[in-house]
C-alpha cells in the first residue's frame, strides 16, 4: 500500500465460518474508521453440487458425526441458505453503523475472483477458522493464498476478539513505514492512542513520531516503544501490556510467510492483525 | 337545680345553656395550644394504652365510635405516643434466590441498614463490570488462555495436517460443505469436474476412489476428536476464567462482607453473589452477547445484572423516630399484604423478586396498622387476609389474580416475613357488632375494645377542650380563627347536637362542617375572624339547605291542608309531636292525634297498628295505655271499654312510644268528655303508673310546634308540654327562648299525667279519697264514671247480645 493512498472498500469473506457478528462488526468498524465501503463476499464452492455425479463422493455431515451421500439439491440449498444468513448478518452489523455495503455470492477460484475484484487500497478481510479442520480445507487456503498474494492489504481477525477498544499497534522498520500511516489513520479516526514499535536506527523513532504528529495526531497520544528486531517474538515483547486494539505492519516486515506471523500474532493477542502492502 | 313547677313554663335560662368559657383565657382560637386527641375518654384511652402495651398474640385492638366521631384521630394520637417508646423495628429487603428464583429469599436488617446494603451491593457490581472485564483482558489472562488455546490448537492442526498432506499426496482435495467436510479428486491443485474424472483410466478412477475411502476414515476419526479436544479446551479455559474471576472478584466480596459481618444472613447472600458471579462471569465480560443470547433464549426483565440487586422493601429512616404508625386508608388485598407486580415482555407478564412491592402490613411491621373497618370489609379479600397474617404471625404475599384464578402466570413465593404488628380497626359500632357477632374470629384476633363516647359531660374543662378542638380544626384545615362568641357557638352547638345541654357532641365531622362554613360566612362578610354570627349564619344555612321537606310540611298545616289547630279546645283530640330525621336533619312536626270510646271487651285499638303502618314500640307504647287505665280506674270492674287512636292524616310508618301520653290524654278527655287545648302540644311516653317519661329530639319537636304557632302568630298562650326529664336537654333555638322569655311561647315541664291533664283541660286530675273515689267532677272521677257506666251498659247488652255488636259513644 502506497504511503496516503486512498483505499476503495473492505472485502469481508464471509464464507468459512466468517459470518459471525464479531467478525462482521470488526470489518465494519474498520470500514467506518477509514471511510470505506463494505463488501462481503460469499464463496460458493462450485464444484461442491456437481460431485453429487460422483457416487462414491461423500459428505461427513458435523451434526449428526456420519457420512451421508452428496445431494446436489440439498448442497445447493444449503450454500444459498448459508449466503443469505450471511447478508442478513451484514446488512444487520454494517446498518448498525450506518456504513455502505456490498453482498455478493461468488462462485470459481477464490484467486481468480480476489485477483479481479481487489486492488492496491483495498483491504481483504480473513477470519480465523474456528475450526483447524478449515483451515486445510481446499477453499480456505486457497483464499488465504489468494489473499495473500494480491495488492491488497490483509487483515486477520481471530475468532476470539478480546477488545475492541484500545491503541492501534503499528510495527515500524522503515522510514515511510505503510503501516505507519495506516495505523496513524485509524487511531485518528478512534481517537485511540498510536503505539509504534520500531525497530532500527534511533533515529528512526524520532521520525516514526514525527511523521505521526504529521497525520494529526497529537504527542500524549503517540507512544514509540523501541523492539530489537521484527521477529513475530519481537512484536509480541513490543505489545507486553499495550493493550491494543489493533497491530499493523507492512507485508514482509517479519519475514516471508505474512499468513504465518499474522495468525500467530493475532492468536497470541487476541487482536486483529492488518498486513499492508508496501 | 330546684324543682319544676309543672303548672309554671320553664324560665328562658333552662332552654339554652350558654357556654362557659370564663376558665379560658384566648381572644381568638389562634392563641389555643393545638389538641392532638380528645380527652375525657378514659375508658378507650385505657383500652388503647393496655393493647398497645399487650404483647400477647391477639391482643389487638378495636376501636369504635359514633359515625362522624373521627375517633382515628384520637387512635392515632395516642397509638404515636406508645410506638414513639418502641425501638425502630427492622428493615426488610428480598434478594435473589439464586438457587430457586422463583423463591426470593427475604433479609431482615438492622433499622436504616437496607439502603446501605443496597447501595454496597450496587457499588460492588458497578466496580466488578470494571475489574472483571480488565482481568480478563489483562497480559497475563490473555497469555495463559492462548497457551491453552495454542496447545489444543496444535494439537488439533497436527492431525490436520498430516491428513492434508496426506489427501494432497494421493490427490485428494478436503471440501468445507455448508454442514460438514468431504473429499474430491485433485488435479493441479484444482477439484476434477464429474465429467473429467469420469473420463480418466479406470485404474486411476479406482486408485482414488480407494484413497478417498481411507481418507474418510482418517477423516473421520480426526473430527470425531474434534469435539473432546474443544471440551478439553473449553474446561481449561472455563478454569482459567473461574481462577482470574476468583481473584477478580475476592477482595470486592471480602470489602463488601466485612461491612455487613454482624449479619449472617447477609454474608450468606454476598456468598451467593459470588458463586454466581463465578459461574455467570461471562455477564460482565460478554454482557452484549450474553444479553443477546438471554433475550433469544427466553423472556428477561431489565438488565442482566438485575439478579444481583437489593429490593429494600421497607426501610427506616434517620428521622423517624420508635416505632412506625400507618394507616392504611384503601385496605386492598395487595395494598396490604404486598403484591408481586408483572411487565409485559413479549406478550407475556413476567416478573421477579425486584417486582415484590411492599404492603402496608410490611410498612407498619413493628409498630401498628390502622385500617378503618368499613374500607376493610368492602375490599374483597383483605379480611380474609388480614386474619391470616394474625394467625400465621407472618406475612405471605398472596396473588390476587391467583386467588381468583384469572391468571396462571410465572409468579413468585417469596419467603414469609414475620409479622409483629398491632392492628388497630376502627369504625362504627354497628359494623362492630355485626361483625363480631357473625364472625367468631373477630374476638379471636380483636381482643380489645377501645369503645369511644359519643359526647362528653359539659363542664368547664370539656367545653375548653372542644374550643382547642375547634382551634385545632380550623389551623389545620387553613380556616379563619374564631373569636370567643364564635367558639361559644360552636361549642353550644355542639350540645344541640348531642341533645342534651349537659353533654356535647365529639362527632367531629359536623363540628369541622360548622367550623368550615361560619369561615366561609365570615369571608363573605369581609371578616378576618370569625364570630358568632357567622356561626349562627352557618347553623341557619345548613338548616336552610336541608329544610325543603319540613318547609312543605308546615305549609300543608298553614293552608289546614293538614290540620292542625293551635288555639281553642277539642274533646278527644291533641296535638302530638314528632321527629323526622331525613340524611341528617331532623325537624318536629305537631300531628293531630284523635280517640274514639264506646263500651267494649277492655281493648284499645291502635289504629296505626291495625293497617301495618305502627311499629313494635309505639305499639307497646298503645298497650301501655290499657295497664293505665286498667290499674287506675278498673279496680272491681272488668274493663269494658272499646277504645281507638289513631294518628290523623299519617300516612307513613309510626314508630317510638313519644306519643304515648298524648294518646292517654286524648282517651281520657273522650272518656271524660273534658275538651283539651289546641294551643298545646304535646311529647312524652307514659308508663303503667302514669309517670310521664324522657323522650328524643325534644328540642325538634318544640321547635317544629314553635313555627307553626308563630306562623300564625302567637297567642301568648301557646306551648309544649315535655317529659320534666327532658328539661335537662333544652338547646333551644334563640327565637324560641327569646318567645317564651317574652312570655308569648312556654314549655312545660310535666312530671305526671295528671299533672299534664291538668294543664290541658284546665280541670283538676283529682287523687282518691278517703272513700276510694275521685273528687266530683275532676277527670279522674268523670273517666272511672264513664267506664262504670260502659261495663254496666256491657252487662247489660251481654245477656241479649255480643259485646262487639254493641253500640259506638
Same mark, same amino acid.
Not at chain 1, 467506518?32 to 461427513?60: K, N, S, T
Given at each position: 500500500?502506497?504511503?496516503?493512498?486512498?483505499?476503495?472498500?473492505?472485502?469481508?469473506?464471509?464464507?468459512?465460518?466468517?459470518?459471525?457478528?464479531?467478525?462482521?462488526?470488526?470489518?465494519?468498524?474498520?470500514?467506518?474508521?477509514?471511510?470505506?465501503?463494505?463488501?462481503?463476499?460469499?464463496?460458493?464452492?462450485?464444484?461442491?453440487?456437481?460431485?453429487?455425479?460422483?457416487?462414491?463422493?461423500?459428505?461427513?455431515?458435523?451434526?449428526?458425526?456420519?457420512?451421508?451421500?452428496?445431494?446436489?439439491?440439498?448442497?445447493?440449498?444449503?450454500?444459498?441458505?448459508?449466503?443469505?444468513?450471511?447478508?442478513?448478518?451484514?446488512?444487520?452489523?454494517? +446498518?448498525?453503523?450506518?456504513?455502505?455495503?456490498?453482498?455478493?455470492?461468488?462462485? +470459481?477460484?477464490?484467486?481468480?475472483?480476489?485477483?479481479?475484484?481487489?486492488?492496491?487500497?483495498?483491504?481483504?478481510?480473513?477470519?480465523?477458522?474456528?475450526?483447524?479442520?478449515?483451515?486445510?480445507?481446499?477453499?480456505?487456503?486457497?483464499?488465504?493464498?489468494?489473499?495473500?498474494?494480491?495488492?491488497?492489504?490483509?487483515?486477520?481477525?481471530?475468532?476470539?476478539?478480546?477488545?475492541?477498544?484500545?491503541?492501534?499497534?503499528?510495527?515500524?522498520?522503515?522510514?515511510?513505514?505503510?503501516?505507519?500511516?495506516?495505523?496513524?489513520?485509524?487511531?485518528?479516526?478512534?481517537?485511540?492512542?498510536?503505539?509504534?514499535?520500531?525497530?532500527?536506527?534511533?533515529?528512526?523513532?524520532?521520525?516514526?513520531?514525527?511523521?505521526?504528529?504529521?497525520?494529526?495526531?497529537?504527542?500524549?497520544?503517540?507512544?514509540?516503544?523501541?523492539?530489537?528486531?521484527?521477529?513475530?517474538?519481537?512484536?509480541?515483547?513490543?505489545?507486553?501490556?499495550?493493550?491494543?486494539?489493533?497491530?499493523?505492519?507492512?507485508? +514482509?516486515?517479519?519475514?516471508?510467510?505474512?499468513?504465518?506471523?499474522?495468525?500467530?500474532?493475532?492468536?497470541?493477542?487476541?487482536?486483529?492483525?492488518?498486513?499492508?502492502?508496501? | 337545680?330546684?324543682?319544676?313547677?309543672?303548672?309554671?313554663?320553664?324560665? !328562658?335560662?333552662?332552654?339554652?345553656?350558654?357556654?362557659?368559657?370564663?376558665?379560658?383565657?384566648?381572644?381568638?382560637?389562634?392563641?389555643?395550644?393545638?389538641?392532638?386527641?380528645?380527652?375525657?375518654?378514659?375508658?378507650?384511652?385505657?383500652?388503647?394504652?393496655?393493647?398497645?402495651?399487650?404483647?400477647?398474640?391477639?391482643?389487638?385492638?378495636?376501636?369504635?365510635?359514633?359515625?362522624?366521631?373521627?375517633?382515628?384521630?384520637?387512635?392515632?394520637?395516642?397509638?404515636?405516643?406508645?410506638?414513639?417508646?418502641? !425501638?425502630?423495628?427492622?428493615?426488610?429487603?428480598?434478594?435473589?434466590?439464586?438457587?430457586?428464583?422463583?423463591?426470593?429469599?427475604?433479609?431482615?436488617?438492622?433499622?436504616?441498614?437496607?439502603?446501605?446494603?443496597?447501595?454496597?451491593?450496587?457499588?460492588?457490581?458497578?466496580?466488578?463490570?470494571?475489574?472483571?472485564?480488565?482481568?480478563?483482558?489483562?497480559?497475563?489472562?490473555?497469555?495463559?488462555?492462548?497457551?491453552?488455546?495454542?496447545?489444543?490448537?496444535?494439537?488439533?492442526?497436527?492431525?490436520?495436517?498430516?491428513?492434508?498432506?496426506?489427501?494432497?499426496?494421493?490427490?485428494?482435495?478436503?471440501?468445507?460443505?455448508?454442514?460438514?467436510?468431504?473429499?474430491?479428486?485433485?488435479?493441479?491443485?484444482?477439484?476434477?469436474?464429474?465429467?473429467?474424472?469420469?473420463?480418466?483410466?479406470?485404474?486411476?478412477?479406482?486408485?482414488?476412489?480407494?484413497?478417498?475411502?481411507?481418507?474418510?476414515?482418517?477423516?473421520?476419526?480426526?473430527?470425531?476428536?474434534?469435539?473432546?479436544?474443544?471440551?478439553?479446551?473449553?474446561?481449561?479455559?472455563?478454569?482459567?476464567?473461574?481462577?482470574?474471576?476468583?481473584?477478580?472478584?475476592?477482595?470486592?466480596?471480602?470489602?463488601?462482607?466485612?461491612?455487613?459481618?454482624?449479619?449472617?444472613?447477609?454474608?450468606?447472600?454476598?456468598?451467593?453473589?459470588?458463586?454466581?458471579?463465578?459461574?455467570?462471569?461471562?455477564?460482565?465480560?460478554?454482557?452484549?452477547?450474553?444479553?443477546?443470547?438471554?433475550?433469544?433464549?427466553?423472556?428477561?426483565?431489565?438488565?442482566?445484572?438485575?439478579?444481583?440487586?437489593?429490593?429494600?422493601?421497607?426501610?427506616?429512616?434517620?428521622?423517624?423516630?420508635? *416505632?412506625?404508625?400507618?394507616?392504611?386508608?384503601?385496605?386492598?388485598?395487595?395494598?396490604?399484604?404486598?403484591?408481586?407486580?408483572?411487565?409485559?415482555?413479549?406478550?407475556?407478564?413476567?416478573?421477579?423478586?425486584?417486582?415484590?412491592?411492599?404492603?402496608?402490613?410490611?410498612?407498619?411491621?413493628?409498630?401498628?396498622?390502622?385500617?378503618?373497618?368499613?374500607?376493610?370489609?368492602?375490599?374483597?379479600?383483605?379480611?380474609? *387476609?388480614?386474619?391470616?397474617?394474625?394467625?400465621?404471625?407472618?406475612?405471605?404475599?398472596?396473588?390476587?389474580?391467583?386467588?381468583?384464578?384469572?391468571?396462571?402466570?410465572?409468579?413468585?413465593?417469596?419467603?414469609?416475613?414475620?409479622?409483629?404488628?398491632?392492628?388497630?380497626?376502627?369504625?362504627?359500632?354497628?359494623?362492630?357488632?355485626?361483625?363480631?357477632?357473625?364472625?367468631?374470629?373477630?374476638?379471636?384476633?380483636?381482643?380489645?375494645?377501645?369503645?369511644?363516647?359519643?359526647?362528653?359531660?359539659?363542664?368547664?374543662?370539656?367545653?375548653?377542650?372542644?374550643?382547642?378542638?375547634?382551634?385545632?380544626?380550623?389551623?389545620?384545615?387553613?380556616?379563619? !380563627?374564631?373569636?370567643?362568641?364564635?367558639?361559644?357557638?360552636?361549642?353550644?352547638?355542639?350540645?344541640?347536637?348531642?341533645?342534651? *345541654?349537659?353533654?356535647?357532641?365529639?362527632?367531629?365531622?359536623?363540628?369541622?362542617?360548622?367550623?368550615?362554613?361560619?369561615?366561609?360566612?365570615?369571608?363573605?362578610?369581609?371578616?378576618?375572624?370569625?364570630?358568632?354570627?357567622?356561626?349562627?349564619?352557618?347553623?341557619?344555612?345548613?338548616?336552610?339547605?336541608?329544610?325543603?321537606?319540613?318547609?312543605?310540611?308546615?305549609?300543608?298545616?298553614?293552608?289546614?291542608?293538614?290540620?292542625?289547630?293551635?288555639?281553642?279546645?277539642?274533646?278527644?283530640?291533641?296535638?302530638?309531636?314528632?321527629?323526622?330525621?331525613?340524611?341528617?336533619?331532623?325537624?318536629?312536626?305537631?300531628?293531630?292525634?284523635?280517640?274514639?270510646?264506646?263500651?267494649?271487651?277492655?281493648?284499645?285499638?291502635?289504629?296505626?297498628?291495625?293497617?301495618?303502618?305502627?311499629?313494635?314500640?309505639?305499639?307497646?307504647?298503645?298497650?301501655?295505655?290499657?295497664?293505665?287505665?286498667?290499674?287506675?280506674?278498673?279496680?272491681?270492674?272488668?274493663?269494658?271499654?272499646?277504645?281507638?287512636?289513631?294518628?290523623?292524616?299519617?300516612?307513613?310508618?309510626?314508630?317510638?312510644?313519644?306519643?304515648?301520653?298524648?294518646?292517654?290524654?286524648?282517651?281520657?278527655?273522650?272518656?271524660?268528655?273534658?275538651?283539651?287545648?289546641?294551643?298545646?302540644?304535646?311529647?312524652?311516653?307514659?308508663?303503667?303508673?302514669?309517670?310521664?317519661?324522657?323522650?328524643?329530639?325534644?328540642?325538634?319537636?318544640?321547635?317544629?310546634?314553635?313555627?307553626?304557632?308563630?306562623?300564625?302568630?302567637?297567642?301568648?298562650?301557646?306551648?309544649?308540654?315535655?317529659?320534666?326529664?327532658?328539661?335537662?336537654?333544652?338547646?333551644?333555638?334563640?327565637?324560641?327562648?327569646?318567645?317564651?322569655?317574652?312570655?308569648?311561647?312556654?314549655?312545660?315541664?310535666?312530671?305526671?299525667?295528671?299533672?299534664?291533664?291538668?294543664?290541658?283541660?284546665?280541670?283538676?286530675?283529682?287523687?282518691?279519697?278517703?272513700?276510694?273515689?275521685?273528687?266530683?267532677?275532676?277527670?279522674?272521677?268523670?273517666?272511672?264514671?264513664?267506664? *262504670?257506666?260502659?261495663?254496666?251498659?256491657?252487662?247489660?247488652?251481654?245477656?241479649?247480645?255480643?259485646?262487639?255488636?254493641?253500640?259506638?259513644?
Amino acid at each position: 500500500m502506497a504511503a496516503g493512498s486512498q483505499h476503495h472498500q473492505v472485502i469481508l469473506d464471509l464464507h468459512h465460518g466468517a459470518a459471525e457478528r464479531a467478525i462482521i462488526r470488526a470489518a465494519a468498524e474498520l470500514a467506518q474508521l477509514l471511510g470505506l465501503a463494505l463488501h462481503g463476499v460469499f464463496l460458493e464452492e462450485e464444484a461442491l453440487p456437481e460431485l453429487a455425479e460422483l457416487p462414491f463422493i461423500r459428505e461427513f455431515r458435523l451434526a449428526t458425526g456420519a457420512w451421508h451421500k452428496l445431494d446436489r439439491e440439498r448442497i445447493a440449498d444449503e450454500q444459498r441458505a448459508a449466503a443469505s444468513e450471511a447478508q442478513r448478518l451484514l446488512d444487520e452489523v454494517a +446498518g448498525a453503523l450506518g456504513i455502505v455495503r456490498l453482498f455478493e455470492v461468488v462462485s +470459481g477460484d477464490p484467486a481468480l475472483f480476489i485477483a479481479a475484484t481487489s486492488q492496491a487500497g483495498d483491504i481483504i478481510v480473513v477470519a480465523q477458522p474456528r475450526l483447524p479442520a478449515e483451515r486445510l480445507v481446499h477453499a480456505t487456503t486457497h483464499w488465504l493464498e489468494a489473499a495473500h498474494g494480491c495488492a491488497a492489504s490483509v487483515m486477520l481477525v481471530p475468532q476470539a476478539l478480546v477488545r475492541r477498544q484500545g491503541p492501534v499497534a503499528a510495527v515500524v522498520c522503515a522510514r515511510s513505514d505503510p503501516a505507519l500511516h495506516i495505523a496513524a489513520r485509524i487511531a485518528a479516526a478512534a481517537g485511540e492512542t498510536l503505539l509504534l514499535l520500531v525497530s532500527g536506527p534511533p533515529e528512526l523513532a524520532s521520525d516514526a513520531a514525527a511523521q505521526a504528529r504529521a497525520t494529526g495526531l497529537p504527542s500524549q497520544r503517540i507512544v514509540v516503544r523501541s523492539i530489537p528486531g521484527v521477529t513475530p517474538e519481537d512484536v509480541l515483547q513490543g505489545l507486553d501490556a499495550g493493550n491494543e486494539r489493533l497491530v499493523v505492519l507492512a507485508r +514482509g516486515a517479519c519475514g516471508v510467510d505474512d499468513a504465518a506471523v499474522s495468525s500467530h500474532i493475532a492468536a497470541s493477542r487476541g487482536v486483529p492483525v492488518l498486513v499492508v502492502e508496501p | 337545680m330546684p324543682p319544676l313547677d309543672p303548672a309554671s313554663p320553664l324560665p !328562658p335560662e333552662r332552654l339554652y345553656r350558654p357556654a362557659d368559657l370564663t376558665a379560658l383565657s384566648f381572644a381568638t382560637t389562634e392563641e389555643l395550644a393545638p389538641l392532638r386527641e380528645l380527652v375525657d375518654q378514659p375508658r378507650a384511652h385505657e383500652a388503647i394504652r393496655f393493647g398497645t402495651e399487650m404483647g400477647v398474640r391477639g391482643f389487638n385492638i378495636f376501636a369504635i365510635g359514633a359515625i362522624g366521631a373521627h375517633i382515628q384521630g384520637s387512635v392515632r394520637a395516642l397509638l404515636d405516643d406508645a410506638a414513639g417508646k418502641r !425501638p425502630k423495628p427492622s428493615d426488610w429487603v428480598y434478594v435473589n434466590n439464586f438457587v430457586t428464583p422463583h423463591r426470593p429469599v427475604a433479609i431482615s436488617l438492622p433499622p436504616g441498614r437496607a439502603p446501605a446494603l443496597d447501595k454496597a451491593v450496587d457499588d460492588l457490581i458497578d466496580d466488578l463490570k470494571v475489574s472483571l472485564p480488565g482481568a480478563f483482558e489483562s497480559e497475563d489472562y490473555q497469555k495463559r488462555r492462548s497457551a491453552i488455546e495454542q496447545q489444543i490448537r496444535g494439537r488439533n492442526e497436527h492431525a490436520f495436517s498430516a491428513l492434508r498432506d496426506k489427501a494432497t499426496a494421493k490427490g485428494i482435495a478436503i471440501l468445507r460443505t455448508p454442514m460438514g467436510f468431504a473429499m474430491a479428486p485433485m488435479k493441479d491443485g484444482q477439484v476434477v469436474p464429474p465429467a473429467e474424472f469420469n473420463a480418466w483410466p479406470a485404474e486411476q478412477r479406482h486408485a482414488v476412489q480407494t484413497a478417498i475411502e481411507e481418507l474418510e476414515k482418517d477423516l473421520e476419526e480426526t473430527l470425531r476428536a474434534l469435539p473432546r479436544l474443544e471440551r478439553e479446551q473449553r474446561d481449561a479455559v472455563r478454569e482459567l476464567d473461574r481462577e482470574t474471576a476468583r481473584f477478580a472478584i475476592a477482595q470486592p466480596i471480602e470489602d463488601c462482607k466485612s461491612r455487613f459481618a454482624d449479619l449472617p444472613k447477609v454474608v450468606q447472600h454476598l456468598e451467593a453473589i459470588q458463586a454466581d458471579i463465578l459461574e455467570n462471569v461471562a455477564l460482565f465480560i460478554n454482557p452484549q452477547a450474553t444479553g443477546e443470547e438471554a433475550a433469544l433464549g427466553g423472556m428477561r426483565l431489565g438488565s442482566l445484572f438485575d439478579r444481583y440487586e437489593v429490593n429494600v422493601l421497607v426501610t427506616r429512616t434517620d428521622g423517624e423516630a420508635g *416505632a412506625p404508625v400507618i394507616e392504611d386508608v384503601h385496605p386492598t388485598l395487595s395494598n396490604l399484604v404486598g403484591r408481586i407486580e408483572h411487565l409485559a415482555v413479549q406478550g407475556a407478564l413476567v416478573t421477579n423478586f425486584r417486582l415484590i412491592k411492599a404492603g402496608s402490613l410490611h410498612r407498619a411491621n413493628g409498630g401498628a396498622l390502622m385500617i378503618d373497618l368499613r374500607n376493610l370489609l368492602t375490599e374483597p379479600l383483605s379480611w380474609a *387476609a388480614l386474619k391470616r397474617a394474625l394467625l400465621r404471625q407472618e406475612i405471605v404475599i398472596e396473588d390476587v389474580a391467583r386467588f381468583m384464578g384469572m391468571t396462571t402466570t410465572v409468579t413468585l413465593e417469596p419467603d414469609p416475613i414475620p409479622l409483629d404488628v398491632k392492628v388497630v380497626l376502627f369504625g362504627d359500632r354497628m359494623l362492630y357488632y355485626m361483625l363480631a357477632s357473625l364472625d367468631p374470629d373477630t374476638a379471636q384476633h380483636f381482643k380489645v375494645l377501645a369503645d369511644f363516647d359519643d359526647d362528653v359531660d359539659r363542664s368547664p374543662a370539656s367545653e375548653a377542650m372542644i374550643a382547642r378542638l375547634i382551634g385545632s380544626i380550623a389551623a389545620g384545615a387553613g380556616l379563619k !380563627p374564631l373569636d370567643r362568641g364564635g367558639v361559644a357557638r360552636v361549642i353550644e352547638h355542639a350540645a344541640r347536637l348531642a341533645d342534651d *345541654a349537659s353533654k356535647l357532641t365529639l362527632l367531629v365531622e359536623s363540628i369541622h362542617d360548622l367550623v368550615a362554613e361560619a369561615s366561609y360566612c365570615a369571608g363573605q362578610g369581609g371578616r378576618g375572624v370569625v364570630t358568632r354570627v357567622d356561626v349562627e349564619q352557618a347553623i341557619a344555612q345548613q338548616r336552610r339547605r336541608a329544610s325543603r321537606v319540613e318547609e312543605r310540611g308546615r305549609e300543608m298545616i298553614l293552608r289546614d291542608i293538614a290540620l292542625i289547630a293551635t288555639t281553642g279546645s277539642r274533646v278527644g283530640q291533641i296535638n302530638g309531636l314528632s321527629v323526622l330525621s331525613l340524611a341528617g336533619h331532623a325537624f318536629g312536626q305537631p300531628t293531630r292525634i284523635t280517640s274514639r270510646v264506646r263500651p267494649g271487651a277492655g281493648r284499645i285499638v291502635d289504629i296505626e297498628r291495625e293497617v301495618e303502618l305502627g311499629g313494635p314500640i309505639h305499639s307497646k307504647g298503645v298497650l301501655i295505655l290499657s295497664g293505665f287505665l286498667g290499674g287506675r280506674y278498673a279496680l272491681d270492674t272488668p274493663m269494658s271499654l272499646y277504645a281507638s287512636l289513631v294518628f290523623e292524616q299519617s300516612y307513613g310508618g309510626v314508630e317510638g312510644d313519644s306519643a304515648s301520653s298524648a294518646e292517654l290524654y286524648a282517651l281520657l278527655s273522650v272518656l271524660a268528655e273534658v275538651p283539651l287545648r289546641q294551643d298545646l302540644a304535646v311529647t312524652g311516653s307514659v308508663d303503667q303508673h302514669g309517670r310521664v317519661q324522657a323522650i328524643g329530639g325534644v328540642n325538634e319537636k318544640i321547635e317544629g310546634f314553635f313555627d307553626v304557632c308563630a306562623a300564625r302568630g302567637l297567642t301568648g298562650t301557646q306551648g309544649v308540654l315535655i317529659p320534666e326529664s327532658n328539661a335537662q336537654h333544652l338547646m333551644l333555638r334563640a327565637d324560641v327562648v327569646e318567645a317564651c322569655a317574652a312570655g308569648r311561647f312556654a314549655v312545660f315541664p310535666v312530671r305526671t299525667i295528671d299533672q299534664g291533664i291538668q294543664l290541658l283541660t284546665g280541670r283538676a286530675a283529682g287523687e282518691r279519697g278517703g272513700d276510694g273515689k275521685y273528687p266530683e267532677g275532676s277527670v279522674n272521677r268523670l273517666v272511672e264514671d264513664r267506664l *262504670a257506666a260502659f261495663a254496666k251498659a256491657r252487662q247489660a247488652f251481654g245477656r241479649d247480645a255480643p259485646p262487639e255488636a254493641s253500640g259506638g259513644t
